[in-house]
């Protein structure tokens, strides 16, 4: 599995293969235009229409374990300083520092006085382990070269929105808010859970032969599951049951960014999407990086002994369109919910759990302002992820701290520079007062922020040629999460 997942957060790629937790999803030829979404690819670009960058110190280095890091300082600081936390990295990838999501928002912070920081961890994969001291470390070499800030946001991408929240969770005294975007907030174990109800699916109607526990050969693996998939997606019986498949983990139909949203009928659009998402997203997370995890961990963290699967598409937002295609394809749902209940069960090893839930699931306890962003269509890192933190926010009586947003888009990490700074700005506002504005957390008040920043930012660069992308602010509240996972409140 040699592909480069360490993309910026909005990187599309017309050919992506495994956008599992890196920042990015994959565009279908010809279904929209290629896209390149990150700003950082378009910088040059961009950086001419907004204008001279402000003067700014950069200070790089290496900590203790190898990892480096990446500082920047305008000539006028605030006292305010975001910490960056970069998303996933594929193992063997380019391992840069880096501080900001894309250069077009880390300008504006720049240009508006505050301070820039990350490090790039000292490991690739899941590299929570390593994420969360580095990024302390990186706090503290901070304060030595250029002095303490009065106020530190976290905020983050993908598995960087995870980190994000982890960091306040883990060091509660070293950060004032955080903004964690299109993050893994159910947790690593719930995440990797309904990842594991997706491949039991396919390993169990679809492809006897692969491995969805102790991944021997992750390589073959995934090329066995992808062959079995591309065979399904050519029959009704096959969608249907590919379409069962991702109802399991709430997999959106809707994946290609910038697309319209298939309408709420039209399941064999919602299923055509979805097979995107399988094949591009979880069949490579599901059966080819499980095998790192499982390595770091020392052995399967997942589970799904004692799973009521026909319970759990019950409550799936998919349950709809799942039953719609069996019917359409003259087969049984209950026989293969049959099917799936008498297979033999994947159970986990404690250890390996125990390494995951450090590594990390949520507490719920926040201790500062938390503002969050997710797009609607997201394929990677599902928004019923939100509702699962949301939840344990709320049982840790802790929901006065946080705020959600929803972007109505298709993709990961999807967001344009205007968008995150209507989030920033709604977050240094809650700082400021020591209150949630009401009125600025409203989708039309978000939109109206975005928009007057102008074209500039209101756009995914594709080299010279920007394409526009108004904001897309929505009201929304995502199903919950098939199977949330939260860490014991200590």
Not at 39 to 56: D, E, F, I, K, S
Request: net charge positive.
């Amino acid at each position: 599995m040699a592909h480069h997942l360490r993309t910026r957060p909005l990187k599309l790629a017309a050919a992506a293969t495994v956008a599992a937790l890196a920042a990015g999803t994959a565009l279908a030829a010809g279904t929209a235009p290629a896209v390149a979404a990150t700003v950082h690819h378009g910088a040059p670009a961009a950086q001419a229409a907004l204008g001279a960058a402000p003067a700014v110190r950069t200070l790089t280095g290496a900590l203790p374990d190898g990892a480096t890091y990446k500082i920047e300082v305008p000539a006028r600081w605030n006292r305010t300083l975001f910490l960056y936390n970069h998303p996933f990295t594929a193992p063997g990838a380019p391992n840069p520092a880096w501080d900001a999501g894309d250069p077009v928002t880390g300008g504006w912070l720049l240009s508006h006085g505050y301070a820039l920081a990350g490090s790039s961890y000292a490991g690739t994969g899941w590299a929570v382990e390593q994420a969360l001291p580095d990024q302390i470390a990186t706090l503290d070499v901070f304060a030595r070269r250029v002095g303490h800030p009065r106020q530190t946001i976290a905020w983050g991408h993908s598995l960087g929105g995870m980190i994000t929240a982890g960091l306040i969770q883990d060091y509660p005294g070293r950060f004032s808010a955080a903004l964690p975007m299109c993050g893994v907030l159910a947790g690593g174990v719930a995440m990797w859970n309904t990842y594991l109800d997706t491949g039991f699916v396919v390993k169990t109607l679809l492809a006897p032969s692969v491995q969805v526990a102790h991944v021997a050969d992750a390589t073959a693996n995934v090329a066995a599951a992808q062959r079995a998939a591309t065979a399904a997606q050519r029959s009704a019986r096959g969608r249907a049951r590919l379409s069962l498949a991702a109802a399991l983990a709430d997999l959106p139909g809707w994946f290609t960014p910038l697309s319209p949203e298939p309408a709420g009928t039209d399941y064999a659009g919602q299923e055509a999407n979805q097979y995107l998402a399988l094949s591009q997203v979880a069949i490579p997370l599901t059966f080819g990086l499980r095998a790192e995890l499982e390595s770091r961990a020392g052995g399967n963290p997942s589970w799904n002994t004692g799973v009521d699967y026909a319970a759990d598409l019950a409550r799936s937002a998919d349950a709809t369109e799942v039953r719609a295609l069996y019917r359409a394809a003259h087969l049984s749902l209950a026989a293969d919910l049959g099917t799936l209940a008498r297979a033999s069960r994947i159970a986990a090893d404690h250890r390996a759990v125990r390494y995951l839930t450090r590594n990390i699931a949520f507490t719920g306890q926040l201790g500062v302002p938390v503002l969050t962003m997710q797009t609607t269509g997201d394929p990677n890192v599902v928004p019923e992820s939100d509702r699962a933190y949301r939840s344990a926010v709320t049982r840790a009586d802790d929901a006065a701290l946080l705020r959600e947003t929803f972007i109505h888009r298709a993709g990961h990490c999807m967001f344009t520079p205007a968008e995150t700074i209507a989030a920033v700005r709604v977050l240094l506002h809650r700082l400021r007062s020591g209150r949630w504005d009401a009125a600025t957390l409203t989708p039309r008040a978000l939109n109206a922020s975005a928009a007057a920043l102008g074209p500039a930012y209101n756009a995914f660069p594709d080299g010279a040629k920007p394409v526009p992308a108004p904001p897309a602010y929505v009201r929304y509240r995502p199903a919950p999460f098939p199977r949330p996972y939260s860490r014991p409140v200590s």
